[in-house]
């Protein structure tokens, strides 16, 4: 059964802590993707990377950077926490570039900024 | 700007009946459709898509149907279950290399006995 793996389903952490988010694939994935999920906003997209070293901007990337250092882990950092970085976090890849490629999804992991 | 809406938050429908969740888009290139549904404390996981040369795909009790001229789509669970109670978001992209998938704001399902 193939995998999407969050290392962290909930975080606590204070406003000004370093927080890293890892998230690791079984599937031999290329593209690897951050995303964060807030009610009424539904998924935004933070940061993707579709080769190993490689990371692009989403649509809301201020506040956060990523590492992919290796092909099968994607990391998500926020350098600073803020409160307003509390929210569900999901990492998914995907086989293929083109964006009619199905994400497989992690878990998620619920983070809390205080 | 939202290029990916649905409109309504939540939907409560009888057991064994048909639950038809919506979706509109703006962007007139996007080329392909896809529904996920998600459960509390889990991630979403893919349900079914559609792409733009399509207007009707059908997976069991799942059918979405896409109406491109009116930038829409519908999911239609006929019939539906409890355990059809998630949280759906549609989702859509072009079929370019760098076309990322734009997800909706999602709509809460519950089905009841």
């Known amino acids: 059964d193939v995998k999407v793996t969050q290392s962290s389903r909930y975080l606590v952490k204070r406003t000004g802590e370093k927080v890293f988010l890892e998230c690791v694939q079984d599937?031999?994935?290329?593209?690897m993707f951050w995303y964060r999920q807030d009610p009424g906003l539904g998924l935004r997209l933070i940061y993707f990377?579709?080769?190993?070293?490689?990371?692009e901007k989403g649509d809301i990337p201020e506040g956060y950077s990523v590492s992919r250092e290796k092909k099968e882990r994607f990391s998500l950092i926020l350098e600073s926490a803020s409160t307003n970085q509390t929210s569900m976090y999901l990492c998914?890849?995907?086989?293929?570039?083109?964006?009619?490629?199905?994400?497989?999804f992690g878990a998620g992991s619920r983070l809390t900024v205080l | 700007d939202q290029q990916v809406k649905q409109n309504s938050p939540s939907l409560s429908v009888q057991e064994g009946r048909i639950s038809i969740l919506n979706c509109d888009y703006t962007?007139?290139?996007?080329?392909?459709f896809l529904w996920y549904k998600k459960y509390p404390a889990e991630g979403p996981t893919f349900l079914i898509s559609?792409?733009?040369?399509?207007d009707k795909n059908e997976d069991g009790r799942f059918t979405v149907f896409l109406n491109k001229s009116a930038k829409h789509l519908s999911l239609h669970i006929v019939p539906s279950q409890p355990g059809d109670s998630a949280v759906y978001f549609c989702?859509?992209?072009?079929?370019?290399?760098?076309?990322?998938?734009?997800f909706g704001t999602g709509t809460r399902l519950q089905v009841f006995p």
């Open positions: 998914a890849s995907s086989f293929g570039v083109s964006g009619a490629n199905v994400l497989t």
């Open positions: 599937m031999d994935h290329e593209n």
């Open positions: 990377s579709y080769d190993v070293k490689m990371k």
């Open positions: 962007n007139s290139m996007f080329d392909y």
């Open positions: 559609i792409s733009s040369i399509k």
């Open positions: 989702a859509a992209s072009g079929l370019g290399n760098t076309d990322k998938l734009i």
